[in-house]
């Protein structure tokens, strides 16, 4: 069993900029992949960003690319996702997530733990 704890949410105003943190008490973190997903009301869950078990490959949704930078400490067994430039609609509670494939996921359904998010709301 993997559990993650996500921190670094908050309010902020459109332009600004927020840390998020997943820690996580596995000593095999660098057998996951690592996720970041988010859901606004009334939304389905959508995939944020991902990274390789290594570090070495990251994958952003459209939306969030070139704004948000997701990174792994494999020391600390944490996964960070830096965000600048916000915008109100990328208010929404923040998931960080784990998954066994060793490639790289997008989809919800491909990873196997989840933490308990994380609100980050952005006023305008």
């Known amino acids: 069993q993997v559990q993650l704890v996500e921190s670094g949410g908050g309010l902020v105003q459109a332009g600004g900029s927020l840390r998020l943190s997943c820690a996580t008490s596995?000593?095999?973190?660098?057998?996951?992949?690592m996720g970041w997903f988010r859901q606004a009301p009334g939304k389905e869950r959508e995939f944020v960003a991902a990274?390789?078990?290594?570090?070495?490959?990251?994958v952003y949704s459209d939306s969030v690319k070139g704004r948000f930078t997701i990174s792994r400490d494999n020391t600390k067994n944490a996964v960070y996702l830096q965000m600048n430039n916000l915008k109100p609609e990328d208010t929404a509670v923040y998931y960080c997530a784990a998954s066994s494939y060793r490639l790289v996921r997008v989809f919800v359904r491909e990873y196997d733990y989840w933490g308990q998010g994380t609100q980050v709301t952005v006023s305008s």
């Open positions: 596995t000593h095999s973190f660098s057998d996951y992949t």
């Open positions: 990274i390789h078990w290594s570090g070495g490959e990251t």
